[in-house]
C-alpha cells in the first residue's frame, strides 16, 4: 500500500468519523442524561484507544508544529461545561503521569479536564485532516499517534477506568433504590392483608 493509500484507507477514514463523533458528542452535553454520558464514554473512549492502532505508521512532513482549531475560548468552554455536568463526581485521586517511570505519586486529577484534553487532540486531529492536503492528512495522522501515546492515551485510560466507576455505582444506588420502593410496596401490601 502506498503512502497516499494510507493516508485514505477505511480504517483511517473511520477513526476521524469516530473522534468527530466523540467530540460532537461533548459538544452537546447539556443535552444528555449522566448514565448516558457513562455508558456512551465507556464505549466510544475504548474505541477510540484501539482505533488509533490501525492509522497508518507514518512521519511527520514537516519540522514545524501541526495546526491547532480548538481555541483556548473553545476549551474552557466545553471544560467548564463538563465540570457542571459531572458534579462532584468530577474530582478524584488518581497516579500522576505514567508516561514517566518512576515517577509515579498520588494526585488530584480531573475527569472533565482529561476528557476536555481528550476532545481538544481529537478535535484538532480531525480538523487538520479534513482540510484534505495530502501533507496535513499526513501531519494530522503522525501529531495524533504521537501525542497520543506521550500524553492523551493515558488519560483516556484513566478517565475510562473512572467513568467505569461512576456508571457502576450509579447503577449500583439505581438498583438500591429500586429494591428499597419494591420492599416498602411489598410491607404496604402485607400491612394491608393484615386488616
Not at 15 to 24: I, T
Not at 70 to 84: D, G, P, W
Not at 143 to 167: E, M, P
Request: proline fraction near 3%; aromatic fraction near 12%; charged fraction near 30%.
Amino acid at each position: 500500500m502506498n503512502k497516499i493509500d494510507s493516508l485514505i484507507a477505511p480504517q483511517t477514514k473511520e477513526f476521524v468519523k469516530l473522534c468527530r463523533r466523540y467530540f460532537e458528542y461533548l459538544e452537546k452535553l447539556p443535552d444528555k442524561k449522566i448514565a448516558d454520558f457513562w455508558t456512551v464514554q465507556l464505549r466510544l473512549l475504548p474505541e477510540i484507544y484501539t482505533g488509533v492502532f490501525h492509522l497508518p505508521a507514518i512521519d511527520a512532513r514537516y519540522a514545524s508544529d501541526v495546526e491547532k482549531f480548538v481555541t483556548e475560548r473553545e476549551y474552557n468552554k466545553i471544560f467548564t461545561n463538563m465540570v457542571a455536568y459531572i458534579g462532584a463526581l468530577d474530582k478524584f485521586t488518581d497516579l500522576s503521569d505514567l508516561s514517566y517511570p518512576g515517577t509515579v505519586k498520588m494526585v488530584e486529577a480531573s475527569l472533565a479536564e482529561m476528557l476536555t484534553d481528550i476532545y481538544q487532540e481529537l478535535k484538532d486531529f480531525v480538523l487538520l485532516y479534513e482540510t484534505g492536503t495530502l501533507e496535513n492528512m499526513n501531519d494530522a495522522i503522525a501529531d495524533c499517534f504521537d501525542t497520543f501515546g506521550q500524553y492523551w492515551g493515558v488519560k483516556l485510560l484513566s478517565a475510562t477506568r473512572i467513568i467505569h466507576v461512576n456508571l457502576y455505582q450509579h447503577r449500583y444506588a439505581e438498583a438500591k433504590k429500586a429494591s428499597q420502593l419494591d420492599e416498602e410496596m411489598s410491607e404496604e401490601y402485607d400491612e394491608e392483608e393484615m386488616e
